[in-house]
């Protein structure tokens, strides 16, 4: 694992960072701001959040950090952004279904950028709230290195809303609102005989299949993780948790990089199908 530590997040970092500092300078030159670019935004702050704190990581590959109050604010800032970006996929797949669906409506009130902006604080003030209020969860002293807790089980109240608050309930709305979405949008090739406009509309059924294949396989490996994790840490004879179960640390930490991934592949989904899609309806 510490070999694996070493080689994967350095890739990371760099596609990470040219990507999404290439999606900065698209949102930055673009004068013109709907909806759906302030969601994007929001996803990018925390996408952009996760990418600069991830040298810390590579650099507790190299030469592990002591368990310091520091180490509780990386893994701090590394849930936060991840659930933000959770939340944020959540309510860009709400507000596509709202514009496929009720279309006329979405273009009479695309001025109107004030419930996008309260959605995206909202986000953010839960997260940081609940964070805040689990914060001994990552004191030092309940850490076994910088990146891991000791074999400790979570308060059940914090996993929770981990498991059911953070990834069962945003899963459910995303898988919703994308087969109702697809399902609109196929619905309607009846009325098209442009084989232009039948074409489009393929393409962004295949970006919405997409955008959901790749949410469910950043985010399930380590919810299972989680779940796994906490079960064991029920009956722990130590305080150390490669030592008592090593396949299943090994997929905890295997799933945690693949969690990480999303901050580059949220970049191919999004940000073309706000360029092709929404760039006339809203």
């Not at 999606?23 to 930055?28: D, E, G, R, S």
């Not at 929001?42 to 040298?55: E, T």
């Not at 695309?110 to 953010?124: D, E, L, T």
Request: hydrophobic share 50%; proline share 3%.
């Amino acid at each position: 694992m510490q070999i694996f530590h070493k080689i994967v997040y350095i890739p990371v970092f760099c596609l990470g960072f040219i990507l999404n500092l290439s999606a900065l300078v698209v949102f930055i030159r673009r004068g013109r701001w709907t909806n759906m670019h302030i969601y994007m935004m929001n996803l990018l702050v925390a996408d952009s959040a996760l990418i600069f704190f991830l040298p810390f990581r590579i650099l507790d590959a190299y030469c592990p950090l002591k368990e310091t109050i520091l180490c509780t604010f990386l893994l701090s800032v590394h849930y936060v952004n991840m659930y933000a970006s959770v939340y944020t996929v959540t309510a860009i797949s709400v507000h596509r279904f709202v514009s496929v669906k009720f279309p006329f409506k979405t273009r009479a009130n695309r001025s109107n950028k004030s419930v996008a902006c309260i959605v995206c604080i909202f986000i953010w003030i839960a997260i940081v709230s609940v964070c805040s209020a689990f914060n001994g969860e990552l004191q030092p002293d309940e850490l076994q290195t910088c990146y891991e807790r000791r074999q400790k089980p979570l308060k059940i109240e914090f996993f929770l809303i981990l498991q059911v608050v953070g990834f069962l309930i945003p899963l459910s709305i995303i898988v919703i609102c994308s087969i109702q979405t697809i399902c609109v949008i196929l619905g309607s090739n009846d009325d098209i005989t442009e084989k232009e406009a039948k074409t489009e509309r393929k393409r962004i059924v295949a970006v919405i299949t997409a955008n959901l294949v790749v949410f469910i396989v950043c985010f399930t490996p380590v919810h299972v993780a989680f779940l796994l994790k906490y079960i064991h840490s029920q009956d722990a004879t130590s305080c150390n948790f490669a030592d008592d179960h090593p396949y299943l640390h090994i997929f905890h930490e295997v799933s945690e990089w693949v969690a990480t991934t999303s901050c580059c592949l949220d970049f191919f989904g999004y940000y073309f199908l706000l360029r092709r899609v929404f760039r006339v309806q809203n």
